[in-house]
């Protein structure tokens, strides 16, 4: 296998490829594509056999088996450029899926016989697994196979086969053992030539008006015994298999990426002025929107691939990527259709026999949309429904076999694991729910106790370089504990006090009291708010020069932290303009503080500066690099709130689905309601989202440019925001009256949940965030 270990090697394979491209699509195939007409056949085939001569066949297959043997990352840049070129898009399942599945159940003979074929078009593969009276419920066909010495007889019926009247053989799932007592045994699975006698082939005309599924009949269809894959009787397991491999293909990830593309494009020109039509406030959101799905769904999908290559079943992950890459493509569709409008009415005959119209009916053949939308409606219902999906999903959650209850230790290095466990078994012996109420309500929501144990953990360090004598940590390395502290809604402010001022300090370089004021808060455990007003141009404290020193006069509101605070780091605008910060103690001078508990019972303060004088010393950074200290500080401060919601959402969920598992109503649990199982897997499905955006902008910290690193931060902080306000609202309604109530949990985490959205951006300002970022990297 090949492994490119830089990025030049990288992107040297990609510009292969793209050339290879670029020059390789037949021009009539091009212009079909380009036209928005539907794939024939014959185009499918030419595709797959120039592919072939290149060697590009099949870029998952290994070598021996005649494919390019390339890496992963290899394989993602190949089918980013494919579905960015003009080239026919069609389910080739024999490549994705059965081909694969012979490779690991099938015997040296099946390999050689029939993966060739695959490979050159030769043979085009179906696969047979749904049936008239069963549906999704695989395990209850009735399609049968008797054996009668050296071959099985097959009879019954499959149907919705897609591409199935182009099919030469089908891979089958039959029942070989009418007796077994599981409907789940007793399966087997052949592979059926389709021109064999006793086989015939109704097609099905589709929505769009094209031939897309048929209908398979058996009658007393003899197949070779050697046509076996794997062991007799037990092919549920290999059926899984595939299951699991085709839910991962059928997500059409690089899909979703290339048709956003398409949207843009389709938008340009389309507005009353000429412009884009994304121009409008209103449509770039819903692109927005669609764009952070998209990098959620991407940011998924290669891990769950490692995952099957390393020979696990990922069957949950499987099951998510495709509910969400299958909702997020449909979507985008019909983004299409609404900026396009009545363009996309009028029909073209010819384009579903892949030719395009001499006299198009709409520039850029654009009323040929809707052969593709009304395609892809049916993408939610082939490799398993989205109903069935979400089935599977729910049976994991209610049987609690998700990291909603499982330990979640995956993908955390040694030294984070160790600091994981250790918070964790400290907030377990010192911060239950009531010990957290006491906090709140006699003690001004500040425990100095557990201030110091978690300052002896080295918490107040975590970022700070070694040479200061912190722990030298990095932002992922943030991410597990905030998520930890989100989960017990801690209320002592780490992240206000110790994380963010720390984080301001690091890069204020000509600050005279750095040392001193970096060793306060890791060997210490001083504590030290920002004053500043996050998203306002408008600041409403100014700075005067004052002698050798300033004079600074106004007032801040909503000092998170503030109410414990030893010291302020405080922004102003000086007499020149711009922005300075400023050091000083809560107790100087002209500072009056009015301290308060939040909502969610974290504590703030408001400040008055009334004339407060401080020496030249106290000025950390002048309107030269305050900005961006600044711009630092909050963007790693956001992406920690981000964890912390993370946390707090993990937790409303497991209490919810507890409380389900235990609630009766009408004398059934109300975990038993499909419906209200299946909101709950929403709300999991968005958790997991958040927390992989989360994730991934935390990764990418110290690589990514300075905009796509705001837009990773901002898509992180909507979804969160969004995901959050969700879980925090309708774990209040599953649970009933009683999750209003004070005395119970969930009434605090929906209270953290919602007023974490409100902070540093809510959703609605991450969006617009995140749209201008996008337009700053253009």
């Known amino acids: 296998m090949s492994h490119f270990s830089s990025t030049a090697d990288l992107d040297a394979f990609r510009c292969e490829v793209r050339a290879f491209l670029q020059t390789a699509v037949p021009e009539d195939i091009r212009r ?5 007409c539907l794939v024939t056949r014959d185009q499918a085939m030419r595709w797959q056999r120039i592919l072939h001569e290149r060697g590009w066949a099949a870029a998952g297959w290994p070598v021996e088996h005649g494919g390019t043997g390339w890496s992963l990352v290899q394989q993602a840049i190949f089918r980013e450029e494919m579905a960015a070129c003009p080239a026919p898009r069609y389910e080739n399942l024999g490549i994705d899926t059965i081909g694969p599945t012979i490779m690991r159940h099938g015997t040296p003979e099946q390999k050689s016989r029939f993966l060739p074929r695959m490979l050159s078009f030769e043979d085009y593969w179906a696969q047979g697994y749904s049936e008239p009276d069963a549906g999704s419920d695989l395990a209850s066909l009735r399609t049968v196979a008797r054996r009668e010495g050296d071959h099985f007889v097959v009879s019954g019926t499959k ?6 009247h182009w099919a030469d053989w089908a891979l089958v799932l039959v029942r070989s053992d009418a007796g077994a007592t599981r409907k789940q045994d007793g399966i087997s699975v052949l592979l059926i030539d389709l021109k064999a006698p006793g086989v015939s082939i109704r097609p099905i005309r589709f929505i769009n008006g ?3 599924h048929v209908q398979m009949f058996f009658d007393e269809v003899r197949v070779p015994v050697e046509n076996l894959v794997g062991q007799e009787h037990a092919g549920w397991s290999v059926a899984k298999g595939l299951l699991v491999t085709e839910r991962l293909f059928v997500a059409r990830v690089a899909e979703c990426r290339a048709a956003l593309r398409e949207t843009v494009a389709l938008a340009q020109g389309s507005a009353p002025d000429g412009g884009s039509l994304l121009a409008q406030d209103v449509h ?3 692109l927005a929107e669609l764009d952070i799905r998209t990098r959620a769904l991407e940011a998924a999908w290669w891990p769950t691939i490692r995952a099957v290559e390393d020979g696990q079943e990922p069957a949950l992950e499987a099951s998510l990527i495709k509910l969400q890459g299958n909702e997020v493509l449909q979507d985008v569709h019909q983004l299409q259709l609404d900026l396009l409008g009545t363009q996309t009415l009028a029909f073209d005959p010819e384009a579903i026999l892949g030719t395009p119209c001499a006299s198009p009916l709409a520039a850029g053949h654009v009323n040929n949309l809707p052969l593709h939308v009304w395609r892809y409606r049916g993408i939610t219902l082939g490799g398993g429904t989205s109903e069935v999906q979400r089935g599977i999903v729910a049976k994991a959650i209610f049987s609690g076999q998700t990291e909603l209850e499982q330990p979640m230790v995956a993908g955390l290095s040694d030294q984070q694991a160790m600091l994981d466990d250790g918070l964790r078994r400290l907030l377990a012996d010192r911060y239950d729910f009531d010990q957290r109420r006491a906090i709140i309500d006699t003690r001004n929501s500040f425990d100095d106790s557990v201030w110091t144990a978690l300052a002896d953990m080295g918490l107040t360090g975590l970022l700070a370089p070694e040479r200061d004598g912190g722990f030298g940590g990095q932002p992922i390395d943030l991410m597990p504990v905030m998520e930890a502290l989100g989960e017990s809604l801690v209320v002592e402010p780490l992240l206000w006090n110790a994380w963010l001022p720390t984080q301001l300090l690091l ?11 970096l060793t306060a808060l890791v060997e210490e455990g001083a504590r030290t708010a920002l004053a500043h007003e996050e998203g306002s141009r408008d600041f409403a404290t100014t700075a005067f020069r004052d002698g050798e020193g300033w004079r600074l006069v106004g007032a801040k509101r909503l000092v998170l932290g503030g109410d414990c605070a030893q010291r302020l780091i405080i922004s102003a605008r000086p007499e020149g303009g711009g922005m300075a910060l400023f050091d000083c103690g809560v107790d100087w001078p002209g500072v009056i503080p009015r301290r308060y508990t939040l909502h969610d019972g974290r504590g703030a303060a408001d400040f008055r500066f009334e004339s407060l004088w401080l020496p030249a010393s106290a000025l950390v950074a002048g309107p030269e690099r305050a900005g961006a200290i600044l711009e630092e500080a909050l963007a790693l401060a956001t992406l920690a709130l981000c964890a912390d919601s993370v946390g707090a959402m993990r937790r409303a969920l497991a209490l919810t689905v507890e409380y389900m598992r235990t609630r009766k109503q009408f004398g059934r649990s109300l975990a038993d309601y499909q419906a209200l199982q299946h ?16 994730r991934e902008a935390a990764v990418g910290w110290p690589s990514a440019s300075p905009a796509e690193r705001a837009q990773r931060i901002a898509a992180a902080k909507w979804m969160a925001g969004r995901a959050g306000r969700a879980i925090a609202l309708d774990s209040l309604q599953l649970h009933g009256a009683i999750g209003l ?3 119970t949990a969930v009434s605090h985490y929906a209270k953290r949940l919602v007023s974490n959205d409100m902070l540093l951006g809510d959703s609605t300002q991450q969006l617009a965030r995140f749209i201008a970022a996008g337009q700053q990297a253009l």
């Open 32 to 36: 079909s594509v380009q036209s928005h």
């Open 210 to 212: 094209a031939t897309f």
């Open 507 to 517: 890069h204020a370089s000509d600050f005279a009291g750095r040392g001193a004021a």
């Open 741 to 743: 109530q004070d005395e």
């Open 284 to 286: 770039a959101r819903r």
């Open 679 to 694: 909101r709950v897997v929403e709300h999991f499905r968005r958790w997991v989202d958040a927390r992989t955006l989360m």
């Open 159 to 164: 149907i919705w086969q897609s591409y199935g």
